[in-house]
């Protein structure tokens, strides 16, 4: 899983207000003042997904394979389910439906303090318990410039920052220089020709790729002499894909568990095929470093493409290429790195994926260590800028006839997910294997 701290953050921050037209209208001034709080709040995220945009991944691998000398089959399922910002609507966020018959923003807005209950003798001075002098003043130019007096312009500022900064007020934990972003977006959208909350377009693409294949693949090694063995190998594979699309308006989602789980309500299933090739080169006992090998690996050579659901397009699968290195300089221990050739694309417009990645194994081949191998390493995506290295680790138990490994990998930066703290990228990988001959 990959986690843009943005963009599941955000979402889990509109599910904590409760948007619905009927908590968002109010009747007396208690409701008005909770109602607009909210209002300011969702502001704020929409300016933040504005600004930062951000997005969220989930990927699932599965694979079986058999060998019988030269020839392979296999069963390979991937999935890939991906959501981005689509359209932020940083247009549509007028609060309130008493907001709605003025004719000038002014009026809006002197509708508004009334709705608040502020008064001639309402307060026009900051109580600091949220904003700095810099921000009060910040919130009050912004409903100056709609019309109305000054006076009114820092009473309504008071008011937000008292009812923001009380227990319960500011939900969402928004800090307050977000808070001054969310009021002053709302004081620029409350003129009447904007519409309401309930009618905001911000959206978020919620897309996938489901992939099955079934490979059948042959193999044949060459005996260079005094240059090494080479083995060169190719698959042909049938591949089922099925392409989710689906768009969903932010103030619909309830949490950023939702996400993923509304991914799947529109899908197509197409059928192609796909051509991979491989090459392994080895060199026995170089001097100082021990046996080296280097491989290639090919895939999806000839780009199959899959249909989408309506409102979407074909995916097509680009090819892509790996290069890697291994060395053994120790009879206990190897040395590998491997890198990316192409930089690919994933389901997420516009975010590609490059991996360059190192890593050590150590091994026990005795029975009384259990045939213990320990893995450390990292990679790093080169094909995003900003991208933070990925610790990876592993195990492996058991003769070659029977093996189990377990790997594991982990960001070094945080993000949230379903309102909880999360490296932004993990994944957890479980291997049996075993050999006959």
Not at 120 to 135: D, E, I, M, N
Not at 137 to 153: D, E, I, P
């Amino acid at each position: 899983m990959a986690i843009s701290s943005s963009l599941a953050d955000n979402i889990d921050k509109v599910g904590k207000l409760d948007l619905s037209t009927t908590n968002m209208n109010y009747t007396n001034a208690a409701d008005a003042a909770a109602a607009t709080a909210k209002a300011v709040q969702f502001a704020g995220i929409v300016y933040d997904l504005d600004q930062k945009k951000g997005n969220l991944s989930v990927n699932v691998d599965l694979a079986l394979g058999f060998q019988y000398h030269s020839y392979g089959l296999g069963i390979l399922g991937t999935t890939e389910v991906g959501a981005g910002i689509k359209d932020v609507d940083t247009v549509n966020l007028r609060m309130g439906s008493s907001t709605t018959n003025g004719a000038t923003a002014a009026i809006n807005v002197n509708t508004l303090a009334t709705d608040l209950g502020i008064t001639g003798a309402s307060s026009t001075t900051s109580t600091g318990v949220l904003f700095t002098p810099t921000q009060f003043n910040q919130v009050v130019t912004a409903f100056q410039n709609t019309g109305v007096s000054q006076t009114t312009a820092e009473q309504l500022a008071v008011k937000f920052e008292n009812e923001l900064a009380a227990t319960g007020g500011n939900k969402t934990g928004l800090t307050a220089d977000q808070l001054v972003a969310g009021l002053t977006l709302t004081a620029n959208t409350i003129s009447p020709a904007n519409d309401t909350i309930d009618n905001n377009q911000s959206t978020v693409l919620l897309s996938g790729l489901a992939l099955a294949e079934i490979p059948v693949a042959y193999g044949h090694k060459f005996d260079l002499g005094s240059y090494g063995k080479l083995g060169i190998g190719a698959a042909a594979k049938v591949m089922q894909g099925s392409v989710y699309y689906n768009v969903v308006k932010v103030n619909e989602l309830k949490d950023s568990e939702d996400i993923t789980s509304k991914a799947d309500d529109q899908h197509t299933e197409s059928t192609n095929f796909g051509i991979d090739l491989g090459a392994l080169w080895r060199m026995e006992d170089v001097k100082f470093i021990g046996p080296v090998n280097v491989g290639l690996a090919l895939k999806n050579l000839n780009s199959p493409e899959f249909d989408g659901p309506v409102g979407s397009s074909k995916v097509k699968v680009e090819p892509q290429a790996r290069l890697g290195i291994a060395l053994d300089p120790l009879s206990w221990l190897s040395i590998a790195t491997d890198m990316d050739l192409t930089k690919n694309k994933t389901i997420i417009s516009g975010r590609d994926s490059q991996l360059i990645g190192v890593g050590v194994e150590a091994r026990c081949d005795n029975w009384y260590t259990a045939w213990l191998a320990l893995r450390a390493g990292a990679y790093k995506n080169i094909g995003e800028s900003g991208s933070k290295p990925v610790i990876t680790a592993g195990l492996s138990l058991g003769p070659k006839w029977l093996r189990f490994d377990l790997n594991g990998a982990f960001a070094t930066e945080k993000a949230r997910y379903d309102n909880k703290s999360y490296p932004n990228e993990a994944k957890v990988e479980f291997g049996l294997s075993t050999a006959f001959f």
